[in-house]
């Protein structure tokens, strides 16, 4: 595993004072740019998916699509997106969540999920949790079970994993790097 870390930190670039002043941004454009390196984390998250005995996989917008929808395909898996509201037509079911300076709004298909289901969340980067909170909280009043939260990257000093770790309320977090 220490191989594939070191794959994966050395395709992500970090770049200052972007999107503002002071913030270090976690570019992983050359990660997805690199198929050896791509290979690597759809192969480890696709394997986080199987351990979990995940029978869909869920993208964050927009990001997790990317990462998420080749980890269903290597998994055998059913891919769901979790968009921003008002992005998919027809009946959704929408969950409110709040951000450092304001609200924001995550919908799902209603018919995507159902009673049966166990469902690994993918996205790239875990920062303070609030998109990741409020998409557990969407899976479950979908009728789903969470299976787990798999990330190609945490960041740590955010406190995201605090956050989540009681909605999770035991499903596995796992996070390939943590910067």
């Known amino acids: 595993m220490t191989e594939i870390r070191d794959l994966l930190l050395s395709r992500i670039r970090d770049v200052a004072d972007y999107p503002e002043p002071g913030v270090m941004f976690k570019d992983i454009t050359p990660l ?14 696709a394997e986080i998916a199987e351990s979990t005995g995940a029978t869909k996989v869920v993208g964050l917008e927009a990001r997790g699509f990317i990462l998420g929808s080749p980890v269903a395909v290597r998994a055998g898996l059913g891919f769901i997106p979790v968009r921003k509201a008002g992005k998919l037509p027809g009946a959704t079911l929408a969950q409110a969540y709040d951000l450092e300076y304001g609200s924001a709004e995550i919908e799902v298909h209603a018919e995507d999920l159902t009673g049966g289901d166990r469902v ?10 609030g998109t990741a909170e409020a998409s557990v909280q969407l899976i479950r009043r979908a009728g789903a079970e969470v299976a787990g939260l798999a990330v190609l990257m945490e960041l740590g000093f955010l406190g995201g994993r605090a956050r989540l770790e009681p909605a999770l309320d035991g499903a596995p977090l796992e996070a390939l790097l943590t910067v």
């Open 32 to 45: 997805l740019a690199d198929p050896a390196a791509f290979t690597a984390l759809t192969d480890a998250l």
């Open 120 to 129: 690994l969340i993918v996205d790239d980067v875990l920062a303070t949790g």
